[in-house]
Protein backbone atom coordinates (compact mmCIF):
# COMPACT_ATOMS: atom_id res chain seq x y z
CA UNK A 1 0.00 0.00 0.00
CA UNK A 2 1.09 3.73 -0.33
CA UNK A 3 -0.30 6.94 1.25
CA UNK A 4 -0.13 10.14 0.25
CA UNK A 5 -1.19 12.79 2.36
CA UNK A 6 -1.10 16.27 0.58
CA UNK A 7 -0.74 19.37 2.37
CA UNK A 8 -0.08 23.30 1.87
CA UNK A 9 -3.28 24.35 0.34
CA UNK A 10 -5.66 27.34 1.64
CA UNK A 11 -6.96 30.82 0.93
CA UNK A 12 -4.77 33.04 -1.21
CA UNK A 13 -5.41 36.45 -3.16
CA UNK A 14 -5.23 35.92 -7.20
CA UNK A 15 -1.51 37.04 -7.92
CA UNK A 16 -0.35 34.78 -4.57
CA UNK A 17 2.10 31.68 -4.63
CA UNK A 18 1.03 28.48 -2.24
CA UNK A 19 3.81 25.07 -1.83
CA UNK A 20 2.07 21.84 -2.01
CA UNK A 21 3.64 19.38 -0.43
CA UNK A 22 2.76 15.40 -0.77
CA UNK A 23 4.11 13.14 1.56
CA UNK A 24 4.48 9.28 0.37
CA UNK A 25 4.77 6.50 3.08
CA UNK A 26 4.56 2.78 2.23
CA UNK A 27 7.05 2.59 -0.60
CA UNK A 28 9.32 4.60 -1.77
CA UNK A 29 8.74 7.49 -4.31
CA UNK A 30 12.16 7.38 -5.63
CA UNK A 31 11.99 5.22 -8.78
CA UNK A 32 8.22 6.24 -9.25
CA UNK A 33 6.65 8.54 -11.41
CA UNK A 34 4.25 11.02 -9.32
CA UNK A 35 1.26 13.36 -10.21
CA UNK A 36 -0.14 16.65 -9.59
CA UNK A 37 -4.00 16.67 -10.45
CA UNK A 38 -6.88 19.01 -9.73
CA UNK A 39 -10.58 19.13 -10.05
CA UNK A 40 -13.16 22.47 -9.23
CA UNK A 41 -16.87 21.91 -8.71
CA UNK A 42 -18.80 20.67 -11.99
CA UNK A 43 -15.61 19.92 -13.98
CA UNK A 44 -13.58 16.25 -14.59
CA UNK A 45 -10.23 15.82 -12.85
CA UNK A 46 -7.46 17.48 -15.17
CA UNK A 47 -3.75 17.14 -14.88
CA UNK A 48 -1.71 19.88 -14.05
CA UNK A 49 2.24 18.35 -13.64
CA UNK A 50 3.62 15.23 -13.88
CA UNK A 51 7.28 14.41 -12.64
CA UNK A 52 9.13 10.71 -13.72
CA UNK A 53 11.80 9.19 -11.54
CA UNK A 54 14.45 10.73 -13.96
CA UNK A 55 12.80 14.00 -13.40
CA UNK A 56 10.94 14.14 -16.54
CA UNK A 57 8.33 17.03 -16.05
CA UNK A 58 5.16 17.77 -18.11
CA UNK A 59 2.97 20.66 -17.21
CA UNK A 60 -0.51 21.44 -18.29
CA UNK A 61 -0.58 24.53 -20.71
CA UNK A 62 -2.91 26.32 -18.50
CA UNK A 63 -0.21 26.45 -15.64
CA UNK A 64 3.18 26.85 -18.03
CA UNK A 65 5.16 29.30 -16.41
CA UNK A 66 3.83 29.57 -12.99
CA UNK A 67 4.04 26.28 -11.32
CA UNK A 68 6.54 24.33 -10.73
CA UNK A 69 6.98 20.44 -9.53
CA UNK A 70 9.62 18.83 -7.82
CA UNK A 71 10.46 15.77 -5.74
CA UNK A 72 13.31 15.09 -3.06
CA UNK A 73 13.64 11.50 -3.24
CA UNK A 74 15.76 11.67 0.58
CA UNK A 75 12.35 12.80 2.06
CA UNK A 76 9.62 11.40 -0.15
CA UNK A 77 7.85 14.21 -0.79
CA UNK A 78 6.67 15.81 -3.80
CA UNK A 79 6.05 19.66 -4.37
CA UNK A 80 4.06 21.67 -6.62
CA UNK A 81 4.91 25.11 -6.47
CA UNK A 82 2.29 27.50 -7.52
CA UNK A 83 2.75 31.24 -8.53
CA UNK A 84 0.78 33.76 -10.17
CA UNK A 85 -2.19 32.46 -9.10
CA UNK A 86 -5.41 32.90 -10.46
CA UNK A 87 -8.96 32.75 -9.51
CA UNK A 88 -9.65 29.89 -12.15
CA UNK A 89 -6.97 27.98 -10.47
CA UNK A 90 -9.48 27.08 -7.48
CA UNK A 91 -9.75 23.21 -7.13
CA UNK A 92 -8.70 20.51 -4.71
CA UNK A 93 -5.77 19.34 -5.32
CA UNK A 94 -4.18 15.81 -5.63
CA UNK A 95 -1.24 14.10 -5.72
CA UNK A 96 -1.12 10.75 -7.21
CA UNK A 97 1.78 7.80 -7.39
CA UNK A 98 2.30 5.27 -10.63
CA UNK A 99 3.84 2.51 -10.14
CA UNK A 100 5.58 2.58 -13.62
CA UNK A 101 9.15 4.70 -14.07
CA UNK A 102 8.46 6.41 -17.40
CA UNK A 103 5.85 9.55 -17.15
CA UNK A 104 2.23 8.96 -17.35
CA UNK A 105 -0.27 10.47 -19.22
CA UNK A 106 -3.30 8.67 -18.41
CA UNK A 107 -4.58 9.31 -14.86
CA UNK A 108 -5.43 5.38 -14.87
CA UNK A 109 -1.56 4.51 -14.67
CA UNK A 110 -1.91 6.19 -10.82
CA UNK A 111 -2.54 3.49 -8.55
CA UNK A 112 -3.15 5.49 -5.31
CA UNK A 113 -3.81 9.37 -4.32
CA UNK A 114 -4.31 11.79 -2.04
CA UNK A 115 -7.31 12.62 0.01
CA UNK A 116 -6.72 16.38 -1.56
CA UNK A 117 -5.97 19.59 -0.46
CA UNK A 118 -8.54 22.83 -1.40
CA UNK A 119 -6.92 25.57 -2.85
CA UNK A 120 -9.08 28.92 -3.03
CA UNK A 121 -7.49 32.08 -5.27
CA UNK A 122 -9.95 34.80 -4.60
CA UNK A 123 -9.83 38.86 -3.41
Known amino acids: QVQLVESGGGLVQPGGSLRLSCAVS????????MAWYRQAPGNQREEVAL???????NYADSVKGRFTISRDNAKNTVYLQMNSLKPEDTAVYFC?????????????????WGQGTQVTVSS
Open 96 to 112: AWSPYTSIKYDPNDYDF
Open 26 to 33: GITARIQS
Open 51 to 57: ISPSERI
